[in-house]
């Protein structure tokens, strides 16, 4: 496994490669579900590329960037293990250097509604790095995670619309035998706020099973009512948290990020919660063809080893 630090020696590295070339970008503080990402694509490339870059620019000056976990020796350690072959690891200094000052800024509900509008200019930082990974490390295919359900939906939406010849592939969000999605950030959660933590999955089974339950007895109460019911649901187990401090529940369409006026497939219901100073996001997805993606329990991956 090579380790390169500077765009120069990315770029040196890309012109040698004649296959096909698959990419895992990450913040680093890896977890299975970073692995899992890492498993698929080194069974569908030829050349295997991770990045781990803790990118400024999608944190407000209030946020945790200082504070973010970072153990590079052992991230290290678990992609030898997975088979990579390059980790492109740069400095802020080479990606953002001085007098930087083009930046990708997604437009509409997409990028200023849910996370947008509880973190202004977050994604302006994602796309705006993802853009620059894609153009030093040009990938064939590039793998993220559902958990980051409205960044995998900007960042598709942008290789869109600027025609990047790059495919993006979004797997299930990886949870913990308890129902947690794994998150770097939960590195930041005591004993007890860790248990707290559990009632963002509990409250999305409520909002699934009220949301499939109108879908499948064809309700006559109001459309608007129905979307109320699953939003209502949701809330109130969290509310058995006092702890757990929302900071919102959301049902959209995926794809736009427009709120849904009726319950109807494609769906994605949404759900962000402060616990201590800790802030987790999660997320459940109803597909087109009627299947829900809840994500896959660590304890089902074992059984499947």
Do not use: C
Not at 68 to 89: C, K, S, T, W
Not at 197 to 204: H, K, P
Request: net charge negative.
């Amino acid at each position: 496994m090579r380790i390169v630090h500077t765009i120069e020696a990315m770029r040196l590295e890309r012109v040698q490669w004649t296959d096909q070339v698959g990419f895992v970008p990450t913040m680093g503080y890896l977890h299975e579900g970073h692995l899992s990402l890492f498993k698929r694509a080194r069974a569908e490339n030829q050349v295997l590329v991770a990045s781990i870059f803790v990118n400024p620019t999608q944190f407000s000056p209030q946020e945790d960037f200082s504070l973010y976990p970072r153990d590079i020796e052992r991230d290290l350690h678990m992609l030898e293990a997975q088979g990579v072959d390059v980790v492109f690891l740069p400095t802020p200094e080479q990606m953002y250097p001085q007098g930087f000052a083009t930046y990708v800024d997604p437009q509409g509900p997409l990028a200023d509604q849910s996370e947008g509008a509880s973190r202004p200019g977050h994604f302006r930082g994602v796309a705006t790095i993802v853009l620059k990974l894609f153009q030093i490390i040009q990938p064939h295919n590039a793998y993220f995670g559902q958990k980051d359900a409205q960044q995998v939906a900007v960042i598709t939406r942008m290789v869109s619309d600027l025609n990047l010849p790059i495919t993006v592939h979004i797997l299930p969000t990886i949870r913990e035998a308890d129902g947690i999605a794994m998150s770097s950030r939960n590195s930041y959660l005591s004993t007890e706020e860790r248990r707290i933590a559990t009632v963002l999955y509990r409250a999305l089974l409520a909002g699934q099973a009220t949301f499939q339950t109108a879908l499948d007895a064809h309700t006559q109460d109001t459309a608007a009512r129905q979307v109320e019911q699953v939003i209502q649901a949701l809330h109130t187990v969290i509310a058995t948290e006092p702890q757990a401090h929302l900071d919102y529940v959301e049902v959209r369409d995926p794809q736009t990020f427009l709120p849904l006026e009726i319950l109807q497939a494609p769906a994605v219901l949404l759900i962000a919660v402060h616990i201590g100073s800790t802030r987790l996001i999660d997320n459940f997805v109803l597909h087109l063809d009627g299947t829900w993606d809840t994500g896959m329990l660590t304890s089902h991956l074992q059984a499947r080893r």
